[in-house]
């Protein structure tokens, strides 16, 4: 879900295919007619276009419910909707001036540099009514947007560390606890890393012991270091390519998250995840509307759309993440209702990631570039 590319012009050319190819045709209304909806919807901007860019994986697409669709069939607003893969990779597209997005789905630490970087439209909560839905910690001002003005909540989630318990069976090595089960040696091109820059720091360093949002450079190196003696080891640095890569027996183990490694375990019961001794970091992907965008009436329908409680709750079967709505988390009908994987009864040690100096930033890019060289 959450691949930096090594050109800006490379990732515009992935965005580009995507919006040419996503766009989804009118006759289907996606299961628009099995909803019963409490808000209101007027098709007053039908004929516009809205552009939404999302993680991959994270928005239901099925042939019983289709929200993209249904919000067609609904408002007959046209969506160009597509994906992308990293934080940085999107950072790269709503800066650069290129294309004109008007909603799209960042982590915590990237809203944070957005709304610091004048990158955001303040959100109109009038027009989202079903904002009420939110449960009411993701409500009350989190630590990227203390105001609540530029964002609400989508999902939440942690971080942890994938294993396939057979294949570890089989050559006699005991289910991991700790992150340093990704440097064991006897797991020679059975490792995989992430390919996200800032989630695979953070793997070395709960090893190190350092924060997560250290600016001391020298944690950075330390960090980067560690990161260098595991090279040699790592199959593969895997975006949404883990899925194929997990299910399919073809690594033992790998750091990704939690949401992601419940729609993995449906594919392969030989799969498990622990959250680290360590710890883990927590996230928050959240909804925002950039300062490019075109469409923002649009955005704040679609937001909206997405919080009604049996789309919710449909999009939440769907896509595996906690989803910090009411009527999903109370309600005793969600798939995962309770799942301790998602909703664990005590808490891991965790951390959460923090916007960066911007000379920590570049530190970290260039390191990690070193660090991806190495392999």
Not at 328 to 357: I, W
Request: glycine letters at 6%; charged letters at 20%.
């Amino acid at each position: 879900m959450k691949r930096i590319f090594a050109t800006l012009a490379s990732a515009a050319l992935l965005f580009t295919l995507a919006f040419s190819l996503s766009g989804c045709g009118g006759g289907n209304d996606g299961g628009l007619s099995r909803l019963n909806l409490r808000s209101e919807f007027t098709r007053e901007l039908e004929g516009t276009t809205l552009n939404i860019v999302n993680w991959g994986e994270f928005i239901a697409e099925g042939p019983e419910f289709h929200v993209v669709q249904a919000f067609q069939a609904l408002t007959g607003i046209q969506v160009n909707y597509a994906t992308f893969n990293t934080n940085e990779e999107l950072y790269l597209q709503l800066t650069a001036g290129g294309a004109a997005f008007d909603l799209t789905f960042p982590s915590d630490y990237m809203i944070q540099r957005l709304i610091a970087e004048d990158e955001l439209n303040p959100i109109d909560f009038d027009n989202i009514p079903n904002f009420r839905y939110i449960e009411e910690y993701f409500q009350s001002g989190l630590w990227f947007d203390p105001e609540s003005h530029y964002s609400v909540p989508y999902v939440w989630g942690m971080t942890g560390l994938i294993y396939n318990y057979a294949l570890l069976q089989e050559i006699g090595i005991e289910a991991p606890t700790s992150w340093t089960a990704l440097w064991d040696e006897r797991l020679a091109g059975q490792i995989l890393q992430f390919e996200s820059s800032r989630d695979a720091f953070a793997v070395a360093q709960f090893i190190l012991g350092h924060d997560l949002n250290t600016t001391d450079p020298d944690d950075w190196r330390a960090a980067a270091d560690l990161l260098l003696e595991q090279a040699p080891l790592v199959q593969a640095y895997v975006a949404d390519q883990i899925y194929d890569i997990m299910i399919g027996n073809n690594a033992f183990m790998g750091p990704y998250y939690n949401g992601d490694f419940m729609y993995m375990v449906e594919y392969n019961e030989d799969l498990r995840l622990v959250y680290p001794e360590e710890g883990v970091n927590f996230f928050v992907d959240s909804m925002v509307i950039p300062r490019s965008a075109q469409n923002q009436r649009g955005a704040e329908m679609f937001i909206n759309f997405l919080l009604e409680p049996d789309v919710a709750l449909l999009n939440a079967t769907a896509v595996y993440y906690a989803f910090p709505h009411t009527e999903v988390v109370n309600n005793p009908d969600f798939v995962r209702f309770n799942d301790p994987t998602l909703f664990p009864e005590e808490m891991p040690l965790y951390q959460r990631f923090e916007h960066l100096p911007p000379e920590i930033i570049s530190l970290k890019n260039q390191l990690w570039h070193e660090v991806r060289m190495a392999r």
